[in-house]
């Protein structure tokens, strides 16, 4: 299995500007999860979905941020205008339901990352 | 905010040392995870340990936890240069059939040949 799948791995983008994050989910997972990293908040969880519906996304800062997963297999989150503020890694996870007594109960497999940096 | 905070926020130790790294938390849980993350990559999962579970082994690696103190440790045996990395706790709830994960600022574990 090749894992979770985030594209790009770099953006650099100007202020104003959209910007697109891409996952690709480990194929028979359900649940994704979306991650913003920095030094000074650490690893937030944004948004996540179970059987591509959003479930929580009170972790999106706010209304420029905007998630969908049209598919088991694809999910992007997007940022629109972006701002300096918004730079940070942006990881993508998922897991598989096993329920409560599964052996590796919700373990969570994170992709690499997305480093965004926003001028 | 953050329900997992890490102690010590960095720790260096020579090869061969044990590395021992604490996290406490707030609320009540489902299990608690440990993840370890590399230098520019992503987190991976080391262990879990269940709310009703007080020790875990894997490997060289053994995690506490006690749910009346609400905090739980992790440590490594004979560590290696390799285990270079931040190590982060992370609290389980269970929201609508999933588990939201709640991560610490993470321990930043260096090894020292």
């Known amino acids: 299995d090749a894992g979770v799948i985030q594209s790009p791995r770099h953006e650099v983008t100007e202020m104003g500007q959209e910007v697109t994050l891409r996952c690709k989910p480990i194929s028979g997972h359900d649940y994704l999860f979306w991650y913003r990293q920095t030094m000074m908040r650490g690893l937030e969880l944004l948004i996540y979905f179970n059987n591509n519906v959003p479930i929580d996304d009170s972790g999106m800062p706010e209304d420029r941020f905007s998630a969908k997963m049209p598919n088991a297999s694809f999910s992007t989150l997007k940022i629109q205008p972006s701002e300096p503020r918004d730079s940070a890694v942006y990881f993508c996870?998922?897991?598989?339901?096993?329920?409560?007594?599964?052996?590796?109960?919700?373990?969570?497999?994170f992709g690499p990352g997305t480093r965004l940096t926003v001028l | 905010s953050q329900q997992g905070e890490e102690d010590p926020q960095a720790l260096s130790i020579q090869e061969g040392e044990n590395a021992t790294m604490n996290c406490s938390y707030k609320?009540?849980?489902?299990?608690l995870q440990w993840y370890r993350q590399n230098s520019g990559r992503g987190l991976v999962h080391l262990i879990l340990?269940?709310?009703?579970?007080r020790e875990k082994h894997s490997g060289r690696l053994r995690v506490t936890l006690d749910t009346s103190k609400k905090s739980s440790s992790l440590l490594i045996t004979a560590s290696r240069a390799a285990d270079t990395a931040s190590y982060f706790c992370a609290t389980a709830t269970r929201i609508q059939g999933a588990q939201k994960l709640v991560f610490g600022q993470g321990t930043r574990l260096t090894i020292n040949p």
């Open positions: 609320t009540s849980i489902n299990n």
């Open positions: 996870a998922s897991s598989k339901n096993q329920g409560l007594a599964g052996p590796r109960n919700n373990e969570q497999f």
């Open positions: 340990i269940r709310s009703n579970e």
